[in-house]
């Protein structure tokens, strides 16, 4: 089994609809985050959570919302879904004792139509 | 700001050239520098990494020195194989100002038989 978890895996969506990702990692980090890919523009950081209570915005938090509900478990919410966010999203972890590296999920497919 | 630069692709080589992926960087401080490699249908996932200046890091025949001077980490493998086929991301990361990790746009290898 993967360490970090995503579901679902491809969901196609309706614009104005909410649509939320999950993510779960049993590497017991502290450090979750969660990426947009986008061709020719490599990954981007929409918000990171360094523990439970801690919940910060990266560089693109704008249409996006983030709840972690536990050190494990970190979602990713659209609340009203618009074809621009049409995209690959990552879940990550990482922890202070990885030397600053990153573990990635396998990815989350969304189209917003 | 921080800032990662690598080459456009993608990259098509034959079996068994000689392969060289760019990556020039821009940080404040003393980043730890990456390459993480995305297989078709995959997260990402680190290849290599390198800490402090002079360092070489290494894996699956892949090679990157962390260049001070000219800000430079490029990723060479002597002998590519078909299996090498992927999107390659250079990486850095810095406590400075607080944690973050800036990615590159990806470079796409293709390697032909």
């Known amino acids: 089994d993967a360490d970090v978890t995503q579901t679902p895996r491809n969901r196609i969506t309706k614009t104005g609809k909410r649509i939320m990702l999950e993510c779960s990692q049993t590497?017991?980090?502290?450090?979750m985050y969660w990426y947009r890919q986008d061709p020719g523009l490599g990954l981007r950081l929409i918000y990171y959570?360094?523990?439970?209570?801690?919940?910060n915005k990266g560089e693109i938090s704008d249409g996006y919302s983030v709840s972690r509900q536990a050190q494990a478990k970190f979602s990713l919410s659209l609340e009203s879904a618009i074809p621009n966010q049409t995209a690959l999203y990552f879940c990550?972890?990482?922890?202070?004792?990885?030397?600053?590296?990153?573990?990635f999920g396998e990815g989350s497919w969304l189209t917003v139509v | 700001g921080d800032s990662v630069t690598q080459m456009e692709g993608p990259v098509t080589l034959s079996e068994e050239a000689f392969l060289t992926i760019n990556c020039t960087y821009t940080?404040?401080?003393?980043?730890?520098l990456f390459w993480y490699v995305q297989y078709p249908g995959e997260g990402l996932q680190l290849l290599l990494k390198?800490?402090?200046?002079?360092d070489k890091g290494s894996n699956k025949g892949f090679e990157a020195t962390y260049r001070k001077e000219t800000t430079s980490f490029h990723l060479e493998k002597g002998s590519v194989q078909v299996s090498d086929s992927a999107v390659y991301f250079c990486?850095?990361?810095?406590?400075?100002?607080?944690?973050?990790?800036?990615f590159g746009a990806g470079t796409r290898l293709f390697v032909k038989a």
């Open positions: 990486a850095l990361s810095t406590n400075t100002g607080g944690f973050k990790t800036i």
């Open positions: 959570s360094f523990d439970v209570k801690d919940i």
């Open positions: 390198a800490t402090k200046a002079d």
């Open positions: 990550a972890t990482s922890d202070i004792n990885s030397g600053n590296t990153i573990y």
């Open positions: 940080a404040t401080g003393y980043p730890s």
């Open positions: 590497k017991g980090h502290d450090r």
